[in-house]
């Protein structure tokens, strides 16, 4: 993973308390996750507040639509794309 | 690194031997039913009330279709509702194709004694050219040769964290061997374009791909939908993946990390060897269809998980005379159906290859492919009609 992401991957399905550790440049970050993240899907690194960017491969893949806490599930409940949005168009930009 | 395959006129290499009969309907399928080791195009659209550019792009498939190297010698009707058209005469396409130096017949219901007689007259050409094509004989060939195009599809995150990496790997190797290698889908760039531009070849080749992103992301915003209720498709969300532009920056490690020399329109020749993206849509009764016609000699879908819960048999042939491979990552997928796959990396996920293990493996595969071993799709007869990639309205 890139340094400025603010989500990881779960390569192996994660409990909810479970702590888990994320390689990070030059050491690891020890965080819990507070729900349970399915193989595949997201966890938040830290605290992500309604709007901000988040952060995938070091690139934009949406902002968050709600307040997001450091250990939850990231994916379209609280993630929403800003691209090639006709709905946003259409209510008269972003 | 060399494979074997049949040296054409034009100096391209195939690693088929096929007698082509286009474009579709009854004179082509009738020939094709009657004799072995011939192929044709089946697909709805033929031309009548397309746009000059749609019959333009659907002339490029039919030509590209018949200067495949996979093609030994091709056979064209003049019976094709579309052939009034300029763009689609059966003598344009006739030209085009034998100037690349293999052979060409014609056959004209009007000349040769209506849809019967041009059906026996072009069985028994048909019957002459595979036999004449047989004589050929693979020669040993360098990797320079090879042509490839590639899709992901039903992507979850196996495709991102071992499936795409192999097919990544597989990409650098034959780019770098002075191959070419073709990848696609206009919409799943979204969101990942400036990590594409930054492996331009040359400052046109950014601005080719910021203008075709953009003309995409402009006919998407002009619909008034959410994207996310169209892409990412559903097997993508069940997989993990939240947005169209976290499923861009995904699909773009299908192209390795090679310099990207232009962009490409459906179905259209690269003038030169290398990377090149192609303007196209993620179907793949389209993309593949659209990658032979380029003049891909081996294609290859990598597979995801999501959504094919159930599918034990994966069928196959959208890429009318090229060897097409499953390949996928994900062992629920390859579990059901490895009957189908020809390529499984999930190997990567469970600690016993790395990501280079795995993508020399599935170069060797290609390799053994391209020499003339089948792929597994190609035991099979069952053939999908092709969906051509035409963007303007009918008419």
Redesign the interface.
């Known amino acids: 993973m890139h340094p400025n992401d603010n989500v990881a991957t779960a390569v192996e399905e994660i409990r909810a308390g479970e702590e888990v550790s994320v390689p990070v440049a030059g050491g690891a970050l020890t965080l819990r996750a507070t729900e349970m993240i399915p193989f595949g899907f997201k966890l938040a690194l830290q605290d992500i507040p309604p709007g901000a960017i988040i952060r995938k491969y070091g690139e934009t893949i949406g902002r968050a639509s709600t307040a997001i806490a450091k250990g939850n599930l990231v994916h379209i409940h609280n993630l929403e794309g800003t691209r090639a949005r006709g709905d946003l168009e259409r209510r008269g930009g972003q | 690194m060399s494979f074997l395959g049949y040296i054409r006129p034009d100096g391209s290499v195939g690693t088929r031997n096929h007698v082509l009969v286009i474009p579709q309907g009854i004179i082509a399928k009738s020939v094709c039913d009657f004799v072995a080791g011939t192929k044709t195009i089946l697909t709805a659209d033929h031309g009548s009330g397309r746009t000059a550019n749609d019959r333009e792009q659907i002339a490029r498939v039919l030509i590209g279709l018949g200067r495949s190297p996979n093609v030994a010698s091709v056979i064209v009707h003049a019976a094709s509702p579309g052939a009034g058209y300029p763009e689609l005469r059966a003598e344009r396409l006739v030209d085009e194709i034998a100037a690349s130096g293999k052979r060409v017949e014609i056959l004209d219901p009007a000349k040769d004694g209506g849809t019967y007689g041009a059906i026996l007259k072009g069985i028994q050409l048909a019957r002459r050219m595979v036999h004449e094509a047989s004589r050929s004989r693979r020669e040993k060939v360098e990797d320079e040769h090879l042509c490839l195009g590639v899709k992901c599809g039903y992507s ?3 495709s ?2 071992a499936g795409n990496p192999a097919v990544g790997y597989l990409y650098d190797k034959v780019v770098a061997a002075g191959g070419t290698a073709l990848f696609g889908e206009t ?1 799943e760039i ?3 374009e ?2 594409l531009i930054r492996r331009a070849a040359r400052p046109e080749v950014a601005e080719a791909i910021l203008r075709t992103v953009t003309v ?2 402009d006919r ?9 209720t169209v892409n990412p498709v559903p097997s993508n ?1 069940k ?2 993946i ?5 499923k861009s ?2 699909a773009i490690h299908k192209a390795g990390t090679a310099p990207i020399q232009g962009v490409l329109k459906y179905a259209e020749r690269p003038t030169r060897k290398g990377l090149y993206f192609v303007d196209n849509w993620m179907g793949h009764l389209s993309i593949f269809a659209g990658y032979a016609a380029a003049g891909a000699n081996v294609v290859l879908f990598q597979l995801g998980g999501g959504g094919v819960a159930g599918r034990t048999l994966l069928e196959g042939s959208p890429s009318v005379v090229v060897p097409f491979l499953w390949a996928t990552a994900n062992p629920r997928t390859y579990a059901a159906a490895t009957d189908s796959i020809d390529f499984y990396s999930g190997t990567v ?1 469970e600690g016993s290859e790395t990501p280079e293990e795995a993508g020399e493996r599935l170069y060797r595969t290609v390799i053994d492919v391209a020499s003339g071993t089948l792929s597994l799709s190609e035991t099979l007869y069952y053939t999908e009609p092709i969906d051509l990639y035409l963007q303007e309205p009918r008419f």
């Not at chain 2, 939240?242 to 976290?246: D, G």
């Open positions: 979850d995150t196996t991102g964290i919409t979204i969101g990942a400036q990590a995409q992301e998407a915003k002009a619909t008034g939908l959410d994207i996310r969300i997989g993990g939240s947005s169209l532009e976290e920056l995904g996920i």
